[in-house]
């Protein structure tokens, strides 16, 4: 009996945590120290009577970035590390703005399931699921599009004009993995014979991507 009871509380759990993102808060609030050396889950609480509307507030979404770089496009987050008063609400959001041709390589966020709102122009998204089909749509100005968690995914400004999303995710802190990035470009780097072998190339073309793809110094 106990042991029945016990197996029905794991399953419970395991099926809550399975259907949770971040994790439930236990306070009104807990504006992030990000000072702070104590390593949580999250980050530590700064005193409460230091808190004011500026833990809550954040304006860097209000104007496009500059989308002149190799892709193109910018993503611009408003997480826990710009907005300290997001610290265990499990929520944030980002500005991507693309130039004409740019693109939000594939990538994934391990922490977050996302949804976007065009603001401006028109693009081609899409992700893979894990059996392997690509699902994508062409969407525009006014429309929403989601990413479920931990997918890989993309975005490409296919127009003549610039556009630009808001994405919103259920977690503070989303983290991203850009696919090209974090094989070609880690630190120390993925072996060569890892890569050569994966992707069924030649050393010289992994090389080459990997130069490519190196932090601009
Ligand atoms: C909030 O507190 C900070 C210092 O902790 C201060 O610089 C800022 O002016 C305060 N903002 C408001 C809206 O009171
Ligand atoms: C874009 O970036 C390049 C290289 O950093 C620079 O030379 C160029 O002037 C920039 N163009 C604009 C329009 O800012």
């Known amino acids: 009996m106990a042991a029945t009871f016990l197996t029905l509380f794991i399953l419970l759990a395991l099926a809550m945590s399975a259907t949770a993102a971040d994790p439930d808060m236990l306070q009104d609030l807990c504006v992030a120290d990000l000072t702070s050396g104590v390593k949580v889950n999250g980050f530590a609480c700064k005193d409460a009577a230091a808190v004011n509307a500026t833990d809550f507030f954040f304006a860097g979404l209000a104007a496009p970035g500059s989308t002149n770089n190799t892709m193109g496009s910018l993503v611009t987050a ?26 939000n390589p594939p990538h ?25 089909a690509l699902i994508s749509k062409t969407i525009k100005k006014g429309e929403i599009f989601v990413f479920p968690r931990g997918l890989v995914h ?64």
Request: proline letters at 8%.
């Open 78 to 103: 408003a997480n826990v590390q710009k907005i300290p008063g997001l610290n265990t609400l499990g929520v944030s959001l980002s500005r991507i703005d693309y130039a004409p041709g740019g693109l």
């Open 108 to 132: 994934t966020h391990p922490r977050a399931t996302e949804i976007v709102f065009v603001l401006e122009g028109e693009l081609d998204v899409g992700f893979i699921t894990t059996a392997n």
């Open 154 to 217: 993309f975005q490409k400004n296919n127009g003549g004009v610039p556009a630009a999303v808001i994405a919103a995710f259920n977690s503070q802190l989303p983290g991203t993995q850009s696919i090209a990035v974090t094989l070609f470009a880690a630190t120390p780097p993925v072996p060569d014979h890892v890569l050569t072998m994966a992707f069924q190339v030649g050393t010289k073309e992994v090389e080459k991507i990997k130069s490519r793809l190196a932090p601009k110094k």
